[in-house]
C-alpha cells in the first residue's frame, strides 16, 4: 500500500513546479538511501530536476521534442553530463544501458520551437 502513496506522489513531483520538484529529489534521495525507494525513479527525477534549471542531466531519462525547420517534431535527448560515464551512472541506478548511435541531442544554447 504504501508503494502506491509513493508512486503517486512521483507522479505529481513530476509535474510539479521546480522549487518542489528539487525539494522532492531531496526526498526521494533519502528514501533510496533508506532502501524504500526505487534508484530508477530517482534517477528520472534528477534529471528532469536537471533539465528544469537548463542544466545536463546524468542519467539519459529525459528527451525534448521539438519543430525542426520543415515543421516535423522531432525528440531530441536533453544533453547528458559526462556521456562516456551514461551506462555506468544508468547500471548504478537499475536502468538498462542505453544505445545513444544516431541519437539527436539537444544542444541548450540553441534558439529552437518547442512543441508542447
Not at 510539479?16 to 528514501?31: G, I, T
Not at 553530463?81 to 551506462?87: A, I, R, T
Request: aromatic content about 10%.
Amino acid at each position: 500500500m504504501s508503494y502506491d502513496y509513493a508512486l503517486c506522489a512521483w507522479l505529481v513531483a513530476q509535474h510539479a513546479d521546480s522549487a518542489f520538484l528539487h525539494m522532492y529529489v531531496e526526498q526521494l534521495k533519502k528514501a533510496v538511501a533508506d532502501n524504500n525507494a526505487n534508484p530508477a525513479n530517482l534517477a528520472y527525477m534528477i534529471d528532469r530536476d536537471l533539465m528544469n534549471r537548463n542544466l545536463p542531466q546524468l542519467y539519459g531519462s529525459q528527451f525534448i521534442g521539438i519543430s525542426n525547420d520543415e515543421g516535423i517534431m522531432e525528440n531530441m535527448l536533453w544533453p547528458v553530463e559526462n556521456m562516456e560515464q551514461l551506462n555506468a551512472r544508468r547500471e548504478h541506478m537499475l536502468l538498462p544501458p542505453m544505445d545513444t548511435t544516431g541519437l539527436k541531442i539537444y544542444e541548450l544554447d540553441r534558439d529552437i520551437r518547442f512543441l508542447h
